[in-house]
């Protein structure tokens, strides 16, 4: 069963309830709910989900791959599919299509996301979309695994880097769930 509104629409409550100082970010949110919008698909261009991968190796490091048509390093993640039954289980489809480190080579830092971001996309006139957003769900896991195969067709390159890399909110939130990545932000990284 795919991804429902209702289960987006839990998932930002319970994400609310810890982080209540978030709610103005993401009310516009509850409003596209709120009106029917399908969040879920990719031609809901006022804003629709993805989802992020924040993996964390064994050196406290975090994955980032480099975006083919976005021309930047993000974390691994992507749109969601219609087999996705959840949006932990869709971080996890993406992470495998872009790096090739399989779900069982990942364990999980709880099952609700550590951070929801909502930023503008770019037009993209190759694939007809106009600029737009995405509620980016993004979910917390650990690996001892290694890049295998890029998603060549999206994905240029993969990099571990120090913590220092992400944005306040992400790195903050990292750093709280596991303290062992704190030391690792080396500057030039």
Request: aromatic share 4%; glycine share 6%; hydrophobic share 40%.
């Given at each position: 069963?795919a991804?429902?509104?209702d289960?987006?629409?839990?998932?930002?409550?319970?994400?609310?309830d810890a982080h209540?100082?978030?709610?103005?970010d993401?009310?516009p949110?509850?409003?596209l709910?709120?009106?029917?919008?399908?969040i879920?698909?990719?031609?809901?261009?006022?804003?629709?989900?993805t989802?992020g991968?924040?993996?964390?190796?064994?050196?406290?490091?975090?994955?980032h791959?480099?975006h083919r048509?976005?021309n930047?390093?993000?974390?691994?993640?992507?749109?969601l599919?219609s087999?996705?039954t959840?949006?932990?289980?869709?971080?996890?489809?993406?992470?495998?299509?872009e790096?090739?480190?399989?779900?069982?080579?990942?364990?999980s830092?709880?099952d609700q996301?550590i951070?929801i971001?909502?930023?503008?996309?770019p037009?993209n006139?190759?694939?007809?979309?106009p600029?737009?957003?995405?509620v980016?769900?993004?979910?917390?896991?650990?690996?001892?695994a290694?890049v295998?195969q890029l998603?060549t067709?999206?994905?240029?390159?993969?990099?571990?880097r120090g913590i220092?890399?992400l944005?306040?909110?992400?790195?903050?939130r990292?750093?709280a769930?596991?303290?062992?990545t704190?030391?690792?932000?080396?500057p030039?990284?």
């Amino acid at each position: 069963m795919a991804i429902t509104a209702d289960h987006i629409r839990t998932t930002l409550t319970v994400y609310l309830d810890a982080h209540p100082e978030e709610k103005p970010d993401l009310v516009p949110v509850f409003d596209l709910l709120d009106t029917g919008s399908d969040i879920t698909s990719r031609k809901e261009f006022r804003g629709h989900a993805t989802v992020g991968a924040a993996i964390v190796n064994t050196d406290g490091r975090i994955l980032h791959i480099h975006h083919r048509a976005l021309n930047s390093w993000l974390l691994p993640g992507g749109h969601l599919e219609s087999q996705d039954t959840s949006l932990l289980e869709a971080a996890l489809r993406e992470l495998a299509e872009e790096t090739g480190i399989p779900a069982d080579a990942v364990t999980s830092v709880g099952d609700q996301p550590i951070h929801i971001d909502v930023h503008p996309i770019p037009a993209n006139d190759a694939k007809s979309e106009p600029e737009h957003r995405h509620v980016d769900f993004r979910f917390l896991f650990r690996t001892t695994a290694d890049v295998r195969q890029l998603q060549t067709d999206e994905v240029t390159a993969a990099s571990w880097r120090g913590i220092d890399t992400l944005k306040a909110t992400l790195r903050q939130r990292i750093a709280a769930a596991l303290p062992d990545t704190r030391s690792t932000a080396l500057p030039g990284c």
